[in-house]
């Protein structure tokens, strides 16, 4: 009784392992997962391309929160990363609280109200100041391409910060307003606060 | 030949007397009068700071879509005995100013129905609209001496403390800046 009840588990954990692996033939086929952004990264001289993309998994998008302006989304979303030694995958799973007083359909709108000559530099200012998205970063897994798991003695990460509107935050940001759209069918900056 | 040395120590002469004049030294910076301070994020609040010298401002725009100038700008870096000169030109392009794109955004919806106002934001990013372009630079010491100009690091010469300008950069505020200053108004508010 004992040792079917082993072989039961076995077969179980076997089975929630096949699950909850990633492949790069699945982020590629299955319409659930949506390329959101891509960046690629040329080096002069001999060395190759270096290639990143993001995956947002639109099926795990849950809101947390709904209290306009204010919004809280929850989400998993994979990182694909080609380099010329193989693919490697990261999950992620990121929760990002907005604030659409910031977007800017609402900066531009303030703007345009409280002046007689609505300044576009100062959006640019303000939303550079604030973008209105803060988020909290967990990195799960790490994969293979084939989608073997990755057993790595470095820590996963955890980040709990604003998003900064720069390139170095542009792919997270990619991914916050993906799950905006998935959630709420609207790009977040396109949210006009009155 | 006792000519030709005459010559070339008159020549001497007169470049270090020339080069004497144009030297600059932090004190003389500080006449408002001359200089505009640009208060940067990037300042470390050690005394560091850009400063724009306002009677080189010059507008030398040929075309009607970009509009361009070239003025001098010094950086000081206390911390390393620097006051950096650079003779520097700056190309907008109208087209790309924000408040031309905000403008644009129902023809942009129209034509790409998907197309948000954070795609104008990234658009920005992939090309801010200005170009600044370093035409000479001079080092001196915050006394005003002149001092050799380093230069730059090999596969790193287009970095300056004021270029390249990309949108998301201190260097582009610096440019938005110095446009306000020839045509009082900033480039990105500027709609066509």
């Known amino acids: ?194 | 030949m006792k000519r030709f040395l005459f010559f070339m120590a008159l020549l001497c002469v007169l470049c270090i007397s020339f080069n004497s004049v144009k030297a600059i030294s932090n004190a003389e910076l500080q006449d408002t009068s001359r200089f505009e301070h640009i208060i940067s994020k990037g300042d470390t609040g050690g005394g560091d700071g850009k400063y724009i010298e306002l009677s080189t401002l010059r507008d030398i725009s040929t075309d009607a879509r970009t509009k361009s100038i070239e003025t001098k700008i010094y950086v000081v870096l206390p911390s390393s005995d620097l006051i950096r000169e650079y003779t520097i030109r700056y190309d907008y392009n109208l087209t790309y100013s924000f408040a031309n794109l905000v403008a644009r955004m129902p023809e942009f919806t129209q034509r790409f129905p998907d197309f948000s106002l954070n795609d104008i934001w990234n658009l920005k990013m992939d090309e801010s609209g200005i170009v600044g372009t370093v035409k000479a630079q001079q080092d001196y010491t915050l006394n005003g001496e002149s001092k050799p100009t380093q230069p730059g690091y090999k596969g790193y010469e287009h970095v300056t403390f004021l270029t390249p300008t990309d949108f998301d950069f201190e260097s582009y505020h610096v440019a938005n800046r110095v446009f306000k200053k020839v045509f009082g108004i900033f480039y990105d508010d500027v709609s066509r």
């Open chain 1, 1 to 194: 009784m004992f040792r079917k009840f082993l072989l039961a588990c076995m077969v179980l954990s076997a089975f929630t392992v096949q699950t909850q692996a990633i492949s790069i033939n699945e982020l590629n086929g299955s319409p659930q997962f949506k390329n959101v952004y891509q960046k690629t990264d040329s080096y002069q001289g001999t060395y190759p391309k270096d290639r990143l993309i993001n995956y947002l998994n639109t099926y795990s998008v849950e809101a947390l929160e709904y209290a306009a302006p204010h919004y809280k989304l929850k989400g998993t979303f994979y990182t694909v990363y080609t380099y010329t030694r193989g693919t490697f995958i990261t999950e992620y799973e990121v929760t990002a609280t907005y604030n659409t007083n910031y977007s800017l359909g609402s900066l531009i709108h303030a703007s345009q109200i409280a002046q007689p000559s609505p300044s576009m530099y100062a959006v640019i200012k303000a939303a550079q100041d604030d973008s209105g998205i803060q988020i909290d970063l967990r990195e799960v897994k790490r994969f293979n391409g084939d989608g073997t798991e990755v057993s790595s003695t470095v820590p996963l990460v955890h980040q709990l910060r604003p998003l900064d509107r720069s390139r170095s935050d542009q792919d997270l940001f990619a991914i916050a307003d993906a799950m905006f759209v998935v959630a709420y069918q609207q790009h977040f900056d396109d949210i006009v606060v009155k």
